[in-house]
């Protein structure tokens, strides 16, 4: 009998430890499901390598329409620092021509390192879908690089380390928030020593994560890491202690151009969450119904991920839902967008975003282990925020394009 037991516990042991390995194996060698869409040279024209670059073309492409349409505004707002003496938030504002039933605000870069994409976008539409007949009715701003720090030196955060959409602060309050779940998780989170993306821990991270799995479920994980945090400022996520400048200097200029229309729109391009290739339109739960249906109006066709699914979060201090704050009486929609990279809707797409933003934070702040670990690093963050595919970021050009039409259009129809 007693053997029989110990026959039996060592197949089980032999069970448990070939399901290690094999998770182990798989999510060391995890991809992402590959993007299948043709390759577009010309949507690739417009993605460029530098924040330089991007602002360059930007205002390029701002001067054009400024040669064809009435009260165009075209200016630049510095960003105070003590690193950059030069970053700037460029912007953009075409009036609408005759009669001002709508305005949509086009936003890149709140994550910076995410104005890659965002600046694609936001060229591809003053090339091709800024045309007189959309324009009659309906005005445009596109703020440029809201996060120019984070876009030059490819980051997501602020020089404060401020995660810029979890900043945009409605109420002061904001900055007072605590959450229990991410003090449970900031020693994962947040470990000190230099970033090392070889060592055991890092190369086991699956099960690092698993053992917070047993007591918390996945989406609990998900809401706790992603929904800010504003007690550690060195960690990712942070919030920061009071609104980053550029927000206060753009809520002035925000006011001034909603004034005059009665519908506004704002769509805040982003990247990294969600399946690879995929757009997704990505609110936070909207609680007044008629709002809610009058997005679903203007995007219908598209399918809308209200924050309460269980693939999603939401979060705190965005900065769509800020730029309704400063419009009260008006009928506001706010849509963030984003493009997925990692499939980060299953598991291992899920852990393997959250343990390259852990490394890439952990990095900055203490250092690699060496030029290598760095080099690897850091390109795997890139990659994960700015993906090199052609088909991937033709897709994105070619989603934005087709969506973007068609809200221009609805949004400037007298409703």
């Known amino acids: 009998m007693k053997k029989a037991l110990k026959v039996v516990l060592l197949v089980l042991l032999g069970l ?35 924040y330089a670059d991007c602002r360059t073309a930007f205002l390029e492409k701002a001067t054009r329409l400024a040669q064809r349409y009435n009260g165009v505004e075209v200016l630049s707002l510095p960003v105070p620092g003590t690193s950059d003496r030069d970053l700037v938030v460029d912007y953009c504002y075409v009036p609408a021509q005759r009669t001002s039933h709508g305005l949509l605000i086009l936003s890149s870069g709140v994550h910076g390192i995410e104005g890659f994409t965002g600046s694609a976008v936001q060229l ?40 810029l959409n979890r900043n945009c602060a409605i109420e002061e309050s904001l900055f007072d928030t605590r959450s229990e779940g991410y003090g449970r998780l900031n020693n994962m989170l947040n470990p ?29 994980l998900r809401q706790a890491i992603l929904q800010g945090q504003y ?9 920061g202690k009071n609104v980053e400048p550029q927000i206060t200097a753009l809520s002035l200029i925000l006011k001034e151009k909603m004034t005059s229309y009665r519908r506004i729109l704002v769509i805040d391009v982003h990247t ?63 849509m963030p967008i984003e493009y997925g990279t990692l499939d980060s809707q299953k ?16 990095g900055f702040h203490y250092g690699y282990k060496d030029e290598k670990a760095e080099a690897r690093i850091e390109a795997t963050f890139r990659e994960m925020f700015y993906p090199s595919d052609k088909a991937w970021r033709s897709k994105a050009i070619g989603d934005a394009k087709r969506m973007l039409a068609l809200v221009l259009e609805r949004l400037g129809r007298e409703g």
């Open 124 to 163: 591809m539409a003053m090339e091709e879908l800024l045309v007189p007949g959309r324009m009659e009715s309906t005005g445009i701003l596109l703020i440029h690089g809201l996060n120019p720090h984070g876009f030059k030196h490819s980051r997501r955060v602020t020089e404060n380390n401020v995660d």
């Open 16 to 50: 448990i430890a070939a399901a290690y390995v094999i998770l182990d194996f798989g999510y060391n060698r995890y991809r992402p499901s590959p993007v299948q869409y043709e390759v577009l040279p010309a949507a690739l024209n417009y993605f460029h390598e530098s």
């Open 272 to 334: 990294g969450y969600g399946k690879n290739g995929t757009m997704h339109l990505f609110p936070n739960p909207i609680e007044d119904a008629k709002i809610r249906t009058g997005m679903e109006e203007l995007f219908a066709g598209y399918a809308i991920d209200w924050g309460d699914s269980g693939d999603f979060y939401t979060i705190g201090g965005s900065f769509a839902e800020f730029v309704g704050s400063l419009a009260p009486g008006k009928i506001f929609y706010p």
């Open 192 to 220: 000190e020593g230099a970033a090392n993306d070889r060592d055991l821990r890092n190369r086991h991270f699956l099960f690092v994560v698993a053992r917070r799995m047993l007591k918390e479920s996945m989406r609990t």
């Open 347 to 362: 598991i291992f797409g899920s852990i393997r975003s959250l343990q390259n933003m852990i490394l890439e934070n952990q």
């Open 231 to 239: 007690e550690y400022p060195e960690g990712i996520y942070f919030g």
